[in-house]
């Protein structure tokens, strides 16, 4: 009398079980092209994005001469150096460059509020390039 019952438990777990591999394969097939499409679309925005940031010098709208700027990438796209062709830096510009409807990562933002705040300095660091004795 025991024996049916736990036969059917069993043969219901091991049915649930098939079921839910099944519905896992099913979900891969259908579901598995689309999410490796939107992860094509994404990964093309991010290189686009990198390399528009490169380019930045070089099209409309930049606002300094390419020659006084320098590409950092991270955490900060560029440095200016305004008025470096002309052999007296008059002013430097931390400047990101966005496409699309990027917003500024927390590096960014922190990284434009210390600037904001005059957390600036300078630091000069020399080294002894002698020969030991």
């Known amino acids: ?4 019952i736990i036969l059917s438990f069993i043969l219901i777990i091991i ?3 098939i079921g839910m591999k099944y ?4 979900w891969a097939r259908e ?3 689309l ?17 528009s940031e490169q380019l930045a010098p070089y099209l409309p709208g ?17 440095v200016i150096f305004k008025g470096m062709d002309g052999k007296e830096i008059e002013e430097i510009v931390f400047l990101e460059v966005k496409t699309g409807k990027a917003g500024l990562n927390h ?3 922190t990284l434009r509020d210390c600037i904001e705040k005059k ?4 630091e000069e660091l020399r080294l002894d390039l002698k020969k030991p004795e």
Do not use: H
């Not at 519905?23 to 099913?26: A, E, G, N, Y």
């Not at 957390?119 to 300078?122: I, N, Y």
């Open 1 to 4: 009398m025991l024996f049916p």
């Open 62 to 78: 930049f606002n300094y001469s390419p020659t006084e700027a320098r590409f950092i990438g991270k955490p900060i796209d560029f």
């Open 107 to 109: 590096a960014e933002r």
């Open 119 to 122: 957390k600036v300095r300078w």
């Open 15 to 17: 049915g649930f079980a």
């Open 23 to 26: 519905s896992d394969i099913v």
């Open 31 to 33: 579901k598995a092209p």
């Open 35 to 51: 999410l490796r499409e939107d992860a094509i679309k994404k990964s093309r925005a991010v290189l686009g994005g990198q390399f």
